[in-house]
């Protein structure tokens, strides 16, 4: 059995995510997706939440499952055995940081690989925290999320200008 996590905040999933899960999990046996909950950092939307639409929207895909996990991945993956990182990479920016914790992650443990896989270009430009702001202003963010998602975002604004 040949298992990968993806590990991300997901806050909230974005189609840059989806298609990252849909071809990740066309390369595994299983693709464990691994709702961050750091208590360092402020959410929009609770990790349940996350998993809920996250259940939902990655549903169809037999071999993918859902985490929460609030501590390093790379105890998460010593504890599931896995050794195979996910890391979605959308230009230069993301692989100079990516890299980097791909590094820290190696130090960690050297049993563990971290594969790039480079964004699809319809989603280039796209970032949860910009969906955020353009949701809260009320802007089109249909073609950056789902509307499971855009649903859920207006729910979260409700009275946004
Ligand atoms: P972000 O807030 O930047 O969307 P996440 O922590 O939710 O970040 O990201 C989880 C993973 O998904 C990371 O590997 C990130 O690089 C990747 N990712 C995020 N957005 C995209 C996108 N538009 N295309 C490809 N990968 C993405």
């Not at 480079?118 to 509307?147: C, H, I, N, Q």
């Amino acid at each position: 059995m040949l298992k990968a996590v993806f590990p991300g905040s997901f806050d909230p999933p974005t189609l840059g995510h989806l298609n990252i899960i849909e071809r990740a999990s066309s390369l595994f046996d299983e693709l464990v997706v691994v709702v961050a909950e750091n208590p360092q950092k402020k959410y929009l939307f609770s990790a349940e939440e996350r998993v809920t639409l996250l259940q939902e929207l990655a549903g169809p895909q037999k071999n993918v499952s859902l985490f929460i996990w609030n501590s390093l991945i790379v105890e998460f993956m010593r504890q599931q055995d896995i050794h195979i990182i996910i890391r979605g990479v959308r230009g230069t920016d993301d692989f100079s940081y990516e890299f980097e914790i791909s590094m820290i992650n190696k130090a960690l443990d050297t049993t563990i690989e971290t594969l790039f896989m480079p964004t699809d270009p319809r989603y280039f430009v796209l970032r949860a925290s910009a969906v955020k702001e353009l949701a809260f202003f009320r802007g089109d963010v249909s073609s950056m999320v789902p509307p499971l998602v855009e649903e859920a975002l207006k729910k979260k604004y409700p009275g946004s200008p």
